[in-house]
């Protein structure tokens, strides 16, 4: 959880008018959708953030959650563009669940002047996916 708040954080930083990626509730949604990948894409993934973590190393000395913003932002960018194709897909795998995580959230859509998906009061297969979305549902840290 940790890596993957330190990712978001970066790939979606925090500003003046936004609360950033790093979020519980991000992760909550993206973690929503994780549980609904096949068991053995899900483990690559999972795998992957300790690769991240442990790259780190190679970008200032330190795993990537104890390195500084600039020396994030290096290792992510290299690893976006990385001719190691392992790398770069890795990269954009988690990328994709960071930026789902945030943007699916409706008070991200206040903040980006979104008024909400064209068809309204659409019935979910899930309920619990809207209620994240929404914020009828907290997301907690219990590790």
Not at 8 to 25: C, K, L, V
Not at 107 to 134: C, F, K, M, N
Request: aromatic share 12%; with cysteine; glycine share 10%.
């Amino acid at each position: 959880m940790k890596i993957f708040l330190s990712i978001a954080d970066r790939i979606i930083p925090a500003g003046d008018d936004s609360i950033g990626g790093g979020t519980m509730e991000t992760a909550g949604v993206a973690d929503w959708s994780l549980q609904r990948m096949p068991v053995e894409l899900r483990n690559r993934l999972l795998l992957f953030l300790h690769v991240i973590q442990l790259v780190g190393l190679f970008f200032g000395g330190k795993y990537f959650t104890k390195n500084s913003d600039k020396n994030k932002d290096k290792q992510l960018r290299w690893m976006e563009s990385c001719p190691i194709k392992v790398f770069r897909m890795g990269f954009f795998g988690i990328k994709t669940y960071v930026c789902m995580g945030y943007y699916t959230r409706e008070d991200i859509w206040r903040q980006i002047s979104y008024e909400g998906p064209v068809i309204a009061d659409r019935t979910y297969h899930d309920q619990s996916i809207r209620d994240l979305a929404q914020g009828k549902i907290g997301v907690t840290d219990e590790s």
